[in-house]
């Protein structure tokens, strides 16, 4: 089965989790796309919902469709954020922000009571960092920081849209780093990186995941932290 279908059967598991008058956060990719679709129908059938968005994009999509888009600070908190991955582990530990909104996604994860990340079967990895790993920047900062991941090893590329820099939502810069080879622990990782002024985010996930469903073949396999 091809990763569109089983992004929907992954999507289509996910908005099952969803109740009426839930307040929830959207994830924002290609995988979330179908989540957010199915999401505006159950709206169109007369399901109450507020939203927060997890980016433009998203926000774009979900208004089209139909769905209350509040701010975060509107909700305060969220029953439920359904959200993509570039790469899943076994100990639902995730790379994301590979779409750029790496850290909308980390404040919505964390405060949301309930997360799920759904993803095609590609995206089950045992081991992280075939994908490499986004960190969002300050511009200001960018070009030094680039020198130091790259002291530490890490083979910084600042991610570029044609020829003018990639930025986000928030006007910042994305450099991917690649942490294939590197010896230190994932905690230990993201500690460091946070230490460096001028790193807003990463896209390293650790702790914020309690539900992976994974669309393989026709079905969708649901593991519970
Ligand atoms: C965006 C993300 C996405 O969830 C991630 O990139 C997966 O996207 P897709 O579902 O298109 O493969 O983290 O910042």
Known sequence: MSAV???????LE??????SGMTIGLGTGSTAFYMIEAIGAMVQNGMELKAVAT????????????????????????????DGADEVDENFKLIKGGGGALLREK??????????????????????????????????????ITAELDGMGLSPV??????????????NDIIDIDIWNTEIKLTDLEQQLKTIPGI?????????????????GENAIVKKR
């Open 55 to 82: 980016s433009n994009e998203t926000e774009k999509l979900a208004t089209k469709l139909g769905i209350n888009v509040i701010t975060l600070a509107e909700a305060k908190r969220l029953d439920v954020t359904i």
């Open 200 to 216: 807003v985010e990463t896209g390293l996930f650790l702790t914020t995941t309690n539900l992976v469903i994974i669309g393989n």
């Open 5 to 11: 279908n089983e992004k929907k059967v992954a999507a």
């Open 158 to 171: 600042q991610r570029m849209r044609g020829t003018e820099d990639y930025k986000t939502d928030e006007n």
């Open 107 to 144: 404040i919505v994860a964390h405060n949301s009571d309930l997360n799920i990340i759904i993803a095609d079967s590609s995206k089950n990895v045992t081991k992280l960092g075939k994908f490499k790993l986004p960190i969002e920047t300050i511009p200001f900062a960018t070009q030094l």
């Open 14 to 19: 996910a908005v099952k989790y969803i109740k």
